[in-house]
């Protein structure tokens, strides 16, 4: 047989070699022994290689055993590093002598369990991992002192926690706590002096709190417009309903308290259903003008659970309107409350709002003669039909609408037996007074007279009226109303009783 093979040239371009290969008969192919030769062949070869791979590392094929796996192997040559690190580690140390404070290294030495490695599936999660490989990293390695408070260094001199570089050092790793969007910079290996990290420090906390007025004031200024999303929801749900209207037009009013949307159904003669309009109060969840709201509140009967503080304010106008409809008084019609938002009658025509009090331009002695008379009359039928007191009544809680006049905004009307409910009419008499006087009305009375009338109390004209009105309400208070706020079931019984006599109906049959 020929002795050998030559490979021809190359595809890519190298220099032609010359492999000889051993030409062997079919029988010695067969032969077991010849595959014990050859394995024996491999297996030296294998060693040398090995015992050149370990040599670059120290090691000796009798450090890892004969037949050392590959796990084996990396230990060992994990254990060779690690013994390389700890030398240098000692190297550090012993540069560190000659410093005053004693840094410790013995957080940085490679701790490890060997036979947790065997089983990669029992161990942490990755989340957790790095969690603490983080928390590893960040680790303050605090300068510890011993009971007296202070160590001396190698040439005796005495060092606090007090001294300038250790509180430098203290400085940095401060600085490393701050808040994570608080841009410290890299000062990894820097020392800040105490000037500097006060400086630092104060404006952390000046941008905390900027930022946490910024964000309140977002919300403030969506709760003023309150149209937050809760609001929202709730106009959603009544427009997708069908039942009451299908569309928001705009904002008729805004004020301290609440803002009153425009809502309509368009007519449509399929339905044979006609064009209506109505008015949306939304209340404030987040007041900050309106702050003595709980004044008209804290001292009512009705309202005396304090969860429902936020939603209080829509319900008591609620109720007060309904009294006011019961009685017959000239108001908007309440329809519909879900927590803060209420639906009511629009007063006025074309879907355009009735003018308030303050926008009407006089003509005549007349008509405004007759705008007083009507005023006097609703609150006279407030306090003694409604038991209410409107609290805040003036030329800005009035509308005007084809010469009559409607009271509206009766969130903050308190029953007759608040205690301050004389106080609050007696202010109301005086801003209506005041009001029709600045308008040049003919024949207006005092204002004890006008008290006088719809309370009918005997005030003495001739004297201060709020100081005789203080004095009443400390020492003369009727003593009924006393009761009725000890017992308001007592009270509403009674009421429910007296308007049953009347009417010879029930008034809550329309409830049930």
């Known amino acids: 047989m020929a002795s050998g093979i030559s490979m021809k040239t190359s595809p890519w371009g190298k220099k032609d070699t010359e492999v000889d290969e051993p030409i062997v008969s079919l029988v010695e192919i067969m032969s077991e022994e010849l595959a014990e030769q050859l394995e024996e062949t491999e297996t030296a070869e ?12 120290g090691l000796s094929v009798a450090d890892v055993g004969e037949g050392a796996d590959d796990l084996t192997l990396a230990r060992a040559l994990q254990a060779q590093f690690d013994r390389e690190y700890a030398i240098s580690l000692k190297e550090e140390e012993a540069k560190q002598k000659g410093a ?4 410790n290294f013995k957080r940085y030495h490679p701790s490890y369990d060997v036979d947790g490695d065997c089983d990669e599936e029992s161990s942490e999660d990755d989340e957790d991992i790095r969690e603490f490989a983080t928390n590893l990293l960040y680790e303050n390695v605090k300068e510890e002192f011993p009971p007296c408070g202070f160590v001396r260094d190698a040439e005796g001199h005495m060092i606090t926690k007090h001294d300038k570089e250790v509180m430098e050092r203290r400085n940095t790793n401060k600085v490393m706590q701050f808040p994570i969007d608080f841009p410290t910079g890299d000062v990894v290996g820097e020392k800040l002096s105490n000037k500097v990290f006060n400086t630092l420090r104060a404006y952390s906390r000046t941008e905390q709190k900027r930022n946490i007025r910024v964000k309140d004031k977002e919300e403030k200024a969506t709760s003023e417009q309150s149209m937050d999303a809760a609001t929202r ?3 959603y749900r009544w427009i997708n309903s069908g039942e009451l209207f299908d569309r928001i037009e705009g904002v008729i009013a805004t004020g301290k308290e609440s803002v009153v949307l425009h809502a309509a159904t368009r007519a449509d003669s399929v339905l044979n259903l006609e064009e209506a309009h109505y008015a949306i109060k939304v209340y404030k969840m987040t007041l900050t003008e309106f702050k003595n709201r709980s004044e008209y509140v804290q001292n ?4 005396k659970n304090p969860r429902r503080v936020l939603r209080v304010w829509a319900e008591k106008e609620f109720m007060n309107l309904h009294r006011m409809v019961r009685a017959g008084l000239k108001c908007p019609q309440p329809i519909r409350l879900k927590k803060h938002v209420m639906m009511m009658s629009l007063i006025g025509a074309g879907g355009r709002a009735a003018p308030k009090l303050k926008s009407i331009e006089w003509e005549d002695q007349e008509s405004k003669s007759d705008a007083f ?4 009359e609703a609150m006279l039928r407030m306090f003694k039909e409604c038991n209410l007191v409107h609290g805040d009544l003036s030329e800005f809680n009035i509308l005007y609408h084809f010469g009559q006049v409607y009271i509206i905004d009766v969130s903050q009307a308190i029953d007759v037996s ?7 009419l007696l202010r109301d008499i005086e801003n209506v007074l005041d009001y029709f006087g600045r308008m040049g009305t003919d024949d207006l009375p005092s204002a004890t007279e006008l008290f006088n009338e719809i309370t009918g109390l005997n005030m003495d004209p001739e004297k201060n009226l709020l100081v005789q009105v203080e004095h009443f309400e400390k020492d003369n208070r009727n003593v009924q109303l006393r009761e009725d706020k000890a017992n308001p079931a007592d009270r509403e019984l009674r009421l429910y009783d007296a308007e049953v006599a009347v009417t010879h109906e029930d008034p809550a049959e329309l409830y049930n």
Do not use: N, T, W
Not at 100 to 103: A, C, F, N, R
Not at 300 to 303: S, T
């Open 46 to 57: 294998s060693k040398s290689g090995l015992d050149s791979s370990l040599a670059q590392y």
């Open 100 to 103: 005053k404070i004693e840094v």
């Open 233 to 235: 929801m709730i106009l």
């Open 300 to 303: 009512d009967y009705r309202f």
């Open 373 to 376: 008379q009507q005023v006097r």
């Open 418 to 424: 608040h205690p301050r409910s004389l106080f609050f």
